[in-house]
């Protein structure tokens, strides 16, 4: 069989599609927040708790999904899943007010939390240490892509064919994915369609891994995983609220109307999708140019990031929802490069067969995190404003950052500035 040049990158390409179809499912919600707290007369503290009830059944599930793709793969696991969380987002179509919708976000939350476990294992496996934190930006773009579509198709299903076939059409996208995913998909070793020069190039890479798989308690136990699972602690809720709360704080507070939340509302995700591929080539170019350890490349783009989160904290003392939506943007960018770094610091540090176990419990602790904080947002938001939330979000992430570089003092890989080839691409 002919084998492909570069099947690594098609390999990820095909992650960030379906991370593409999991956020375009769960940001319909986001989107359509003004239409529905009407039409099913919610108040914005039922809205946070339908939001918060995605936000648990995923918190939970993360580390279970993780150890179920360690446990039967990620060709079975992954499609499996996208089967289940497209059938979930169908279903949204039935609810007839915030408690059923409340509980398929539930179920939604237990199917869609796959994704990131999944993502990273497929970088643990697939790339050399010089390049995973490339493949971390553009599988971790699909994130952003996802809700950067999700307003413009959600708002124009809606607005044509009523509200019920946003969640049926962002739904079934899902079994569409899931039947490329495992039509296509095999790891490395099994693949016939890469070649031997590309398996060495991945090999030889590499840090060899441990010769016997840890258990979950001595993995949990490690300094390195708290810190990736502190720092996506305080990072989370700034992605979470964008990207449920950014619709309805628009039409509430700044007075936009649908079709303006439409036209403006994918921007910051825009800004994020170039802010998670500028944090995968920013580590190799500090590695290069300024020879900075693995580690500690990854690190100054987490602080670099964390800095510029600054500029959201701010939005609620800008007049113009012209400058609010320019802040967003910033937040999207800064957020993404934190979570692209982050992520990829988990396969930097870990062997491949824990990875998604490690994802899995680091995304626990994120979606705590953005769980508690939109539970926040909806018990405030009327009565304080969202000024000082959108503050706290800019000092969380400088929190994340410290601790970061603390915990992680002293934690290397056999990796060396000489060995990064800056001009990684798709292509090579």
Same mark, same amino acid.
């Given at each position: ?353 824990? /990875? =998604?176990?490690? @994802?899995?419990?680091? $995304?626990?602790?994120?979606?705590? #995190?953005? &769980? !508690?904080?939109?539970? %926040? /947002? =909806?018990?405030? @938001?009327?009565?304080? $404003?969202?000024?000082?939330?959108? #503050?706290? &979000? !800019?000092?969380?992430? %400088?929190? =994340? ?28």
């Amino acid at each position: 069989m002919k084998t492909i040049i570069g099947l690594r990158w098609w390999i990820i390409a095909l992650v960030c599609a379906g991370t593409i179809v999991n956020y375009l499912s769960r940001n319909a919600l986001g989107v359509m927040a003004p239409q529905l707290t009407q039409l099913l007369h919610m108040s914005t503290k039922q809205y946070s708790y339908v939001v918060g009830a995605f936000q648990v059944g995923y918190t939970i599930m993360q580390p279970v999904c993780g150890l179920i793709i360690d446990l039967i793969g990620l060709r079975l696991g992954f499609a499996l899943f996208a089967c289940l969380w497209s059938l979930t987002g169908v279903l949204h179509g039935f609810a007839t007010g915030w408690l059923s919708l409340a509980a398929l976000r539930g179920l939604m939350g237990l199917t869609e939390a796959v994704a990131i476990p999944a993502g990273m294992k497929v970088v643990a496996e697939w790339f050399p240490n010089r390049e995973k934190s490339v493949a971390v930006g553009y599988f971790n773009a699909g994130t952003s892509l996802g809700s950067l579509l999700a307003p413009p198709l959600v708002v124009f299903l809606s607005l044509r064919y009523g509200w019920q076939s946003a969640f049926a059409v962002t739904g079934a996208l899902g079994f569409v994915w899931a039947a490329a995913w495992y039509v296509l998909y095999r790891s490395p070793a099994d693949h016939a369609r890469i070649s031997a020069a590309e398996r060495e190039t991945i090999v030889s890479g590499q840090t060899p891994g441990a010769p016997q798989r840890r258990s979950i308690r001595e993995v949990l136990r490690t300094r390195r995983f708290w810190a990736i699972a502190q720092a996506r602690f305080f990072a989370e809720p700034a992605w979470q609220t964008f990207s449920f709360w950014i619709p309805l704080y628009l039409a509430t507070q700044r007075h936009m109307d649908l079709k303006q939340i439409a036209l403006f509302a994918w921007l910051p995700f825009l800004a994020a999708d170039l802010g998670g591929l500028f944090g995968g080539y920013l580590s190799p170019f500090l590695m290069k140019h300024l020879r900075i350890p693995l580690i500690g490349s990854r690190i100054a783009g987490v602080v670099l990031g964390a800095f510029m989160m600054i500029g959201p904290a701010c939005i609620g003392l800008v007049a113009s929802p012209y400058q609010a939506i320019a802040l967003f943007c910033v937040g999207g960018f800064a957020h993404q490069m934190i979570s692209a770094l982050v992520n990829t610091l988990a396969a930097d540090v870990f062997d491949p067969s824990e /990875v =998604g176990t490690v @994802a899995g419990f680091a $995304g626990m602790s994120a979606w705590i #995190g953005g &769980l !508690g904080f939109s539970l %926040l /947002v =909806g018990a405030l @938001a009327d009565t304080i $404003g969202y000024t000082p939330l959108f #503050g706290a &979000l !800019g000092a969380f992430d %400088l929190i =994340g950052a410290t601790l970061l570089i603390i915990l992680m003092r002293g934690v290397k890989r056999d990796v060396r500035p000489h060995q990064v080839d800056n001009n990684a691409s798709p292509a090579a």
